[in-house]
């Protein structure tokens, strides 16, 4: 059954064309229509929640990622560009790196804790041992992680830590499913290499 929805007197089917929706939407978002926002919110916030919630895990703060995203939409808008995709697709992509730069902050900021607590309170190497090599493996995946060109990272981000399958990451993105999985295996190949380990 085709649900339908009312949006500023229009009724619009809720399939992909929410993105032809979501691109109308930011366009008059750019010029400042806080109705239009608001119906931008409407639309897209559940899955932009369910986006960043997948990569975060942590409910609290991916309420706070969902804010930050907003905000950053309703800032940028003037940058959407129809022209080059879908507006939900352009909404998706700031929440997925809004996510994963929260994750990278807090590995950073857990990485940090762990050095000062061995140095300052004289912690036992024993004790936290376990913790800091799974510290330092993580920090060795997002060096290794860093090397790769942006396409190939996006991917592999997408695929392990946000959960999402390759036909799911090509619809995100707006690639064939063919250059994700290109994409998805020359990057594991360079991560491979990049770490030291045998395929």
Known sequence: MLMWMVIDGVDMPEDGSAGDLAADLLVRV????????SDLYDLLSSRVFGLILR???NRSQSEEVLQEVFLEVWQSAGRF???????RTWVLTIAHRRAVDRVRASQSSTDRDVRV????????HDSVAEQVELSIEGGKVVAALATLP???REALVLSYYG???QSEIAVLIGAPLGTIKTRMRDGLSRLRSEMGVNA
């Open 30 to 37: 750019a010029d400042g229509d806080q109705r239009a926002f």
């Open 55 to 57: 990569v975060l895990v």
């Open 81 to 87: 560009a129809p022209n080059k995709g879908q507006g």
């Open 117 to 124: 607590g061995i140095r300052d309170l004289g912690v036992s």
């Open 150 to 152: 942006d396409p190939q």
């Open 163 to 165: 959960g999402y399958s």
